[in-house]
């Protein structure tokens, strides 16, 4: 039996330039995220199937002969990938719902990758977190054709505190977020996450971005900066100007696609603003899921209770990408 655990992730700056349509083509030669993963895990399960057959249980159940019978679109090119045609029971617990794809924690890339470093476990193979995250990239976007970044899948499969490069060679540059302890401590306890109580598609918002981005290059390099500023200010302890700089990307991020944010998200990061947090952004592609803010400890409470019809989620920033947490 094997288990694996795989951080979800919040992206604080450079959503959207991780496409390749954007980075092979921009000024800098590659677009930038700065990210971090939380504790709160996917884990996956992965067992022998004494009747040979393959047994999936998540939210939903399957029992199949053949892995190309296997309805579940992520496991079935994870198990197609690594070679395992049958044989197999996998289960998939989290954190977060089981069925709360778009929640804009990476659970989906959390997922591919988490199964990923499973499976190659239980054939008797240790893979590193750049393979892990160059095969769930081949996953999510290739073989299941979605119209997505690869911030995700670095993210969870490294974990930590990291600034990314994607180059336009295709390579990923990934660097630790070098800082005073003290200020990422501070920096955490400043930060604030709270569940919209909805969930939405990604797929409609990250496609009518991707058809623009040639239109909106401009503010992707606005969003590139930003990321090299923002680690300027971490390494000055300029936090403030932290919070700042997340309400304009935020601002910045609106105008990506239609399906952003919405009335009810502009009236809850209204409220939020008014009540003292200096800035904040829905995390992942938008319209619905956490809400994340910058709000001075002081100003905390006030911000709770203004948000008091929301859910308020506690988190920690986590050191550690996806690994095998259990072998037998």
Sequence with gaps: MIISKTPLRCSFFGGGTDFHDYYERCKFGYGS?????????VYITVNRNFDGKIRLCYHGNELVDH?????????????????????????YSADIPLSGAGVGLASSSALVVGVLN?????????????????????????????????????AVSYGGFNRYRFNQDGSV???????????????????????????RDSRKIFTEQVQTISEKRAMLDDLVEAVDRAYDNLTLDKLDQWGTDLNRAWQI?????????????DEMYDQAIH??????????????????????VERQQAVQQALGGYRQVPFHFEPQGSRIIFSD
Excluded at 33 to 41: E, G, H, P, R, V
Excluded at 131 to 145: D, P, T, Y
Excluded at 183 to 195: A, D, H
Excluded at 275 to 296: E, Q
């Design 67 to 91: 892995v190309d019978q296997v309805r579940h679109n992520i496991i079935r090119e994870a198990l197609k990938l690594v070679g395992i045609e049958r044989g197999v029971e996998i289960f």
């Design 275 to 296: 009540a003292g947090a200096l800035g904040g952004k829905i995390l992942g592609a938008g319209g619905g899921g956490f809400l994340m803010l910058y709000t001075p």
């Design 118 to 154: 499973a499976l190659y476990a239980f054939l008797g193979r240790h893979v590193t977190p750049e393979f892990l995250a160059r095969q769930a990239c081949e996953i999510e976007i290739n073989r299941i054709g979605q119209q997505i970044g690869i911030q995700d899948q670095y």
């Design 33 to 41: 995220t700065i990210s971090t993963a939380l504790d709160m895990f």
């Design 253 to 265: 991020k609106k105008k990506f696609a239609g399906g952003v944010s919405n009335p009810q998200i």
């Design 173 to 199: 540059t990934v660097m630790p977020v070098i800082c005073d302890l003290e200020v990422k401590e501070k920096l955490q306890s400043n930060l604030q996450l709270f569940f919209t109580g909805t969930t």
